[in-house]
């Protein structure tokens, strides 16, 4: 199991995270993947560290690849 980490990119009409996109690596904007973690306590440090309370911890698999 891999975590992922969710930043959210626009505010809904009451003022709330509507859309959310998964963190990404590569090594252009053409070839990126998920930044994923081996644990979800990893993924939460790194989150916290980087987009403090913006940012939201998941669990990552195929079958949830929402961009």
Known sequence: MKY????????????EYGDWLWVTQGDSKFHLTPLL???KEEAEKYAL???????IVEEYGESKNSY
Request: proline fraction near 5%; charge should be negative; hydrophobic fraction near 40%.
């Open 4 to 15: 992922g980490i969710k930043v959210p990119i626009a505010l809904d009409h009451h003022g």
């Open 37 to 39: 973690f081996e644990s």
């Open 49 to 55: 560290n980087v987009w403090g309370e913006n940012a």
